[in-house]
């Protein structure tokens, strides 16, 4: 799966971090409440930001890509079947 979404982000000048903390994707609004793994990829030039999150009782994978700004839901699931 690989599905366009709108991320809401926050930048922490305390902390220095950058995380998602809404998503809005198949016409719903997520609040993240808890940020798993975060990690980077990069395929050829481009670098991806990897978020594993919850978000009200979905786990999410997003994927931030750093040449094009934008986002996708590359894995969700409600704890009972994938989406």
Same mark, same amino acid.
Request: no cysteine; glycine share 6%; charged share 20%.
């Given at each position: &799966?690989?599905?366009?979404? #709108? +991320? $809401?982000?926050?930048?922490?000048? $305390?902390?220095?971090?950058?995380? %998602? !903390?809404? $998503?809005? !994707?198949? =016409?719903? /609004?997520?609040? /993240?409440?808890?940020? =798993?793994? @975060?990690?980077?990829?990069? @395929?050829?030039?481009?670098? @991806?930001? $990897?978020?594993? +999150?919850?978000?009200?009782? &979905?786990?999410?994978?997003?994927?931030?890509?750093?040449?094009?700004? #934008? !986002?996708?839901? *590359? *894995?969700?699931?409600? =704890? *009972? #079947? %994938?989406?």
């Amino acid at each position: &799966m690989e599905e366009k979404a #709108s +991320v $809401i982000t926050v930048y922490d000048a $305390i902390n220095g971090k950058t995380f %998602p !903390w809404r $998503i809005k !994707w198949r =016409g719903r /609004i997520y609040t /993240i409440t808890q940020i =798993g793994n @975060h990690h980077t990829l990069a @395929h050829g030039n481009t670098l @991806h930001h $990897i978020f594993s +999150v919850v978000a009200d009782s &979905m786990y999410l994978r997003l994927n931030l890509n750093t040449n094009t700004l #934008s !986002w996708k839901v *590359e *894995e969700a699931s409600d =704890g *009972e #079947s %994938p989406a």
